[in-house]
């Protein structure tokens, strides 16, 4: 065999890697694990076990990535569709939807048996929870149907909190639902604004998302509202938690700059005005990253 194909099966072979770790979503699974990391290290009070530590986080990571190669064999007909999606693998040839489906299913035994083995069994089981609620409820139920597929579906990218805190605690404490539930109530306030950056994709793609069945003004209240609810529900885990002074701070600075854009972004719709709703977006990844970091450094501060 020639050099020259030698170099071509070697392109080949890293394409198809290429193509495979796109088939996880990796740019939304880094923000799974900013969320679980942080709260490993409030659940143990200090850095966690370290084999529990990188196999919930392993686990996680292989857990949200079997998800998400679920999803992209399910949607491929819409990512067909919107422009912002066509470039999936699944959409280009990359990847044939059998491969990509003994993937997913590969990714989902690997990650039940190394969370179940090296972390804790509960969190075993809400790993292949969160994979089933995110493929049968908000997938195949809810994404095509209802303006607020995003709302309920969200609750899969709560599960990451609760998987870190039972892989390192083997327990589901009240911090955890708290956490749970911020993740929850930001999730729309997160990704509304992204579906009016792209509203005519998913209208080509017929998916009922708000910014499609509403005008931006609602999509902007709406937006408002969450983030304030968010606000709210990072300080009931000061007194729920004991948290300290750099979390407190961290807290109600950035919740309040985030709630300050959401009511930018509707201010803006409400005039007709553009309405840099991907400003909005990163800065809801921006507050939320924040409020986690903020959440392990004030744990492993002495006071």
């Keep these: 065999m020639t050099a020259t194909a030698h170099r071509?099966?070697?392109?080949?072979?890293?394409?198809?890697?290429?193509?495979?770790?796109a088939l996880t979503k990796p740019r939304v699974i880094e923000l799974l694990l900013v969320t679980a990391l942080p709260t490993m290290?409030?659940?143990?009070?200090?850095?966690?076990?370290?084999?529990?530590?990188?196999a919930t986080l392993v686990g996680g990571f292989l857990s949200a990535g079997a998800a998400n190669a679920f999803?992209?064999?399910?949607?491929?007909?819409?990512?067909?569709?919107?422009?912002r999606t066509q470039g999936r693998p699944l959409v280009t040839g990359a990847l044939t939807p059998?491969?990509?489906?003994?993937?997913?299913?590969?990714?989902?035994?690997?990650?039940?048996?190394?969370?179940?083995?090296?972390?804790?069994?509960?969190?075993?089981?809400?790993?292949l929870a969160a994979i089933g609620f995110y493929v049968f409820v908000y997938t195949l139920l809810l994404k095509r149907r209802t303006e607020q597929n995003i709302v309920w579906g969200g609750i899969a990218g709560c599960f990451p909190v609760l998987i870190g805190w039972a892989g390192v605690t083997g327990?589901?404490?009240?911090?955890?639902?708290?956490?749970?539930?911020?993740?929850?109530?930001?999730?729309?306030?997160?990704?509304?604004p992204l579906s009016m950056k792209y509203r005519?994709?998913?209208?080509?793609?017929d998916v009922p998302m708000l910014a499609v069945v509403r005008g931006r003004a609602t999509v902007?209240?709406?937006?408002?509202?969450?983030a304030w609810a968010s606000l709210a529900c990072t300080l009931l885990l000061i007194p729920v938690a004991g948290m300290g002074i750099v979390y407190v701070v961290v807290a109600l600075g950035a919740g309040i700059w985030f709630v300050a854009e959401a009511h930018g972004l509707h201010a803006r719709a409400v005039r007709g005005a553009e309405a840099r709703a991907m400003r909005v977006f990163h800065a809801s990844n921006t507050y939320l990253t924040l409020v986690f970091v903020a959440v392990a450094v004030d744990t492993l501060l002495p006071f």
């Design 8 to 21: 071509s099966d070697r392109a080949r072979l890293a394409d198809r890697a290429k193509a495979y770790v």
């Design 41 to 54: 290290f409030l659940a143990a009070d200090g850095i966690p076990n370290p084999v529990a530590l990188v």
């Design 71 to 83: 999803n992209m064999i399910i949607d491929r007909d819409i990512d067909a569709v919107m422009q």
């Design 98 to 127: 059998r491969q990509a489906t003994v993937f997913a299913w590969t990714l989902t035994v690997v990650s039940t048996v190394v969370l179940a083995v090296f972390a804790h069994w509960l969190a075993a089981v809400l790993s």
């Design 171 to 192: 327990t589901l404490d009240w911090p955890a639902w708290i956490l749970f539930t911020l993740i929850f109530l930001w999730t729309p306030a997160h990704y509304w």
């Design 200 to 205: 005519k994709d998913y209208e080509a793609a």
């Design 220 to 226: 902007g209240i709406q937006v408002v509202l969450y």
